[in-house]
T-cell receptor
Framework: DAKTTQPTSMDCAEGRAANLPCNHSTISGNEYVYWYRQIHSQGPQYIIH???NNETNEMASLIITEDRKSSTLILPHATLRDTAVYYC??????????????FGTGTRLQVTL | DAGVIQSPRHEVTEMGQEVTLRCKPI?????LFWYRQTMMRGLELLIY????????DSGMPEDRFSAKMPNASFSTLKIQPSEPRDSAVYFCASSLDRAPGERPQHFGDGTRLSIL
């Protein structure tokens, strides 16, 4: 699986949009971009994933550049409960059986009042 | 719907004792994963199963660790004998691999293991 690069930490004011970037310049055509987050003392939580089109669900939006070498996770109105470590992961989708997630160090997002 | 259920939530035991961690995946999911998280190494995959068959156990640290999945609704991770360096949070996750790419993993709340 391709390697990802994320900033170590970011701050965001409550109520504002949080934009978390991720670089995956070696991504291949077979790889999806996944985002997970881990709130302190809890298990990682799936947020969203995409291949090349932008995606939106009830939690967040995922913007993938046209060349697919980077992406941005957007939390439109961050709250204190969004304070967590956010992981960007790329993963091959052609594997016949389950393929593993490789977690990096992620971005520690701190939402403040 | 119930998520991934892990037990116990906390385990404190003495070095040399056998430790068994348990996991019930989400009903209908066909893949199950065991992860370990420490401050030094972050989140690392230990082993995963597909349709109850171990697919990749390359992350299992040594022979003291073993994992089983006797049926689709239950898995165990066993450490025998346990050592202080095994202290960590152990997570179980499951997913439904119904189509390429459609494989978000859902995690349990973990077991916090302390070996004295």
């Amino acid at each position: 699986d391709a390697k990802t690069t994320q900033p170590t930490s970011m701050d965001c004011a409550e109520g504002r949009a949080a934009n978390l970037p991720c670089n995956h310049s070696t991504i291949s055509g077979n790889e999806y971009v996944y985002w997970y987050r881990q709130i302190h003392s809890q298990g990682p939580q799936y947020i969203i994933h995409g291949l090349k089109n932008n995606e939106t669900n009830e939690m967040a939006s995922l913007i993938i550049t046209e060349d697919r070498k980077s992406s941005t996770l957007i939390l439109p109105h961050a709250t204190l409960r969004d304070t967590a470590v956010y992981y960007c992961i790329v993963r091959d989708y052609l594997t016949g059986t389950a393929s593993k997630l490789t977690f990096g160090t992620g971005t520690r997002l701190q939402v403040t009042l | 719907d119930a998520g991934v259920i892990q037990s116990p939530r906390h385990e404190v035991t003495e070095m040399g004792q056998e430790v068994t961690l348990r996991c019930k995946p989400i009903s209908g999911h066909n893949s199950l994963f065991w992860y370990r998280q420490t401050m030094m190494r972050g989140l690392e995959l230990l082993i995963y199963f597909n349709n109850n068959v171990p697919i990749d156990d390359s992350g299992m640290p040594e022979d003291r660790f073993s994992a089983k999945m006797p049926n689709a609704s239950f898995s165990t991770l066993k450490i025998q004998p346990s050592e202080p360096r095994d202290s960590a949070v152990y997570f179980c996750a499951s997913s439904l691999d119904r189509a390429p790419g459609e494989r978000p993993q859902h995690f349990g709340d973990g077991t916090r293991l302390s070996i004295l």
